[in-house]
């Protein structure tokens, strides 16, 4: 009988091993990305690349942010900032919402902003840009890691 309860402790002890949890939430979203914003024509609007990292309360954070496009919406000067809430990691796999903001610095009073749902290597949604005169739209996005 003891042996049959040390039997039973010893499997209980690997299977709790097992479905450890990790409190970081960061998975396979940080890194370098790409990201191309289109209209509702399939037309490339906004492309961008930037350093995200996740932090242990779901914001990220957010470097070497740089547009690639021309756009009088955004001359010089954003503010970038960002969530991710993790849904779920499976064998590396990283799956969540994302939220990310960009403000404009010059000129000043225009946002874009980007919904969606991180798969893996993939961040796919909808953005929409409010602003100034010229500064409006809204379309789909997709972001791919580099």
């Known amino acids: 009988m003891r042996r049959l309860a040390v039997a039973a402790l010893l499997v209980l002890g690997l299977v709790l091993a097992g479905c450890g949890s990790s ?20 037309t ?8 995200l990292a ?10 070497n942010f740089n547009f690639t496009t021309n756009s009088p919406c955004f001359v010089s000067g954003e503010t970038e900032s960002g969530s991710f809430t993790l849904s779920g990691n499976f064998n590396g796999n ?11 610095g010059s000129p000043s009073g225009n946002t874009l902003k980007l919904t969606g749902t991180a798969t893996g290597n993939t961040i796919s949604g909808t953005w929409t840009l409010t602003g100034g005169t010229g500064c409006t739209g809204s379309g789909a996005f997709t972001m791919t890691k580099k």
């Open 23 to 42: 409190s970081s939430n960061s998975g396979n979203i940080n890194g370098t990305w790409n990201a191309t914003l289109l209209d509702t024509n399939n």
């Open 44 to 51: 490339t609007v906004f492309s961008f690349g930037t350093s």
């Open 54 to 63: 996740v932090n242990g309360d779901g914001s990220l954070t957010i470097s």
């Open 94 to 104: 990283v799956s969540g919402s994302f939220g990310f903001t960009v403000a404009s």
